[in-house]
């Protein structure tokens, strides 16, 4: 098995939204870092992928940093974890650039 990284980034890194400048900026950023160390090391048989997660449960905004319990209509850890496994299970030869992850009705 050769050599692979995983990015998490946001559906954030594909359109900015409302009072989302800073978040939206920084995945803006991360999706450029996959796309260069992508060009970089794909020569090295490195495979580099981002994974876009939409609505999951998380600590993002809690003051506290605990972490909330999950939601019944977002993304877990569970839709996370499938969708790093399912890419990473993919032979050597080719490898999935990037990966967006939306809740079904996260409303």
Excluded: C
């Excluded at 939206?24 to 796309?35: E, H, P």
């Excluded at 605990?66 to 850890?77: C, D, F, I, Q």
Aim: aromatic residues 8%; charged residues 25%; without cysteine.
């Amino acid at each position: 098995m050769g050599v692979s990284l995983i990015n998490i980034g946001s559906t954030a890194a594909l359109k900015g939204f409302e009072r989302g400048t800073v978040y939206a900026a920084s995945k803006f950023a991360v999706r450029g870092l996959t796309q260069s160390w992508q060009a970089e090391m794909r020569k090295y048989n490195i495979r580099v992928t981002l994974v876009n997660p939409s609505e999951v449960t998380t600590a993002f905004n809690s003051e506290d940093r605990v972490e909330r319990s999950e939601e019944a209509k977002k993304l877990g850890t569970e839709e996370i974890a499938h969708t790093i496994i399912s890419t990473l299970k993919m032979r050597d030869k080719g490898f999935v650039p990037e990966v967006t992850v939306w809740a079904t009705n996260p409303f």
